[in-house]
């Protein structure tokens, strides 16, 4: 297998700043009947557990949140304006934090990629909800583990990845917008890959 140096619960198991910065440059892959679709990802916003609005699970458990609550490694998908959003869960069982995968830059299955998409898009996984639908991931992967190293997971990259981190606020939610919890690679050829509003 291509992308076989999956990451672990462990690597999960942190502070979601901490994961967030740390899945920069991690490759997302996606296995289904059509084929593996793969690319490193770019773009990344932590969640916090603790005094954070923005955060799901900020008012408590529902049953669209509760994978937040779950283990570390685990996935929490959502949907919004009608697309989905990818989110790994961090930090311990009942402490619900996650990070949000915002964008990839694409290493696999590109042609899958613009098929899914319906265009012949360049930029085929910029913004959170074109990833989604870019990587056929759905509702039907909320809670999915992301450790098993089978249909939806993330690899260790096959070389080592220049990870020159920008720090900025979050994009496209109202509350807490002003933390400083988005990160992204911004050297080349990353950034171009890293949308700056879109979902």
Known sequence: M??????????????PVTVAKDLLGKVLVRE????ITAGIIVETEAYLAQNDPANHAYCGKT???????????HAYVYRIHQVCCLNAVTEPENVP???LIRALMPLEGFSLMWKRLGRNDPLPATGPGKLCKAMA?????DGWDLTLGKQLWISEPKETVETDIKVTSRVGVTAAKELPLRFFLCSPPFVKFVSKVRI
């Not at 076989?4 to 942190?14: A, G, T």
């Not at 289904?32 to 084929?35: A, C, F, I, S």
């Not at 049953?63 to 490694?73: E, I, T, W, Y």
Request: glycine residues 8%; negative net charge.
């Open 137 to 141: 991931i759905d509702l039907s992967l």
């Open 97 to 99: 934090s996650a990070v």
């Open 63 to 73: 049953n669209r949140n509760k994978s937040m609550f779950g283990p570390a490694g």
């Open 2 to 15: 291509s992308w076989d140096k999956v990451l672990w619960q462990d690597f999960y198991n942190r502070e």
């Open 32 to 35: 289904t009947d059509e084929g």
